[in-house]
């Protein structure tokens, strides 16, 4: 079972959305999509952003990198810093 749940993590992902504008994350699809897409970084050699990531899967670690606000994912019309 994935810790926090999905619900949690879209929470965290559309908590900088304002009133009337569209969330950013609407299924769980997007979670599933924006936290491998880090993990496949992750292995690739980027930093973890989290404290306490050794002995952890890459896969974790984008979760708990979500989790705590370190990576956001984009909305369509947002560019990559």
Known sequence: MLHPSYSDLMAVANSEVED??????????????????RARQLIAGDT??????????PLSIAVDELYNSKIRILGEDEEEE
Do not use: F, H
């Open 20 to 37: 009337g504008e569209q969330p950013v994350v609407q299924s769980r699809y997007s979670i599933v999509m924006a936290t491998s897409k």
């Open 48 to 57: 973890p952003l989290i404290d306490n990531a050794e002995g952890k899967k």
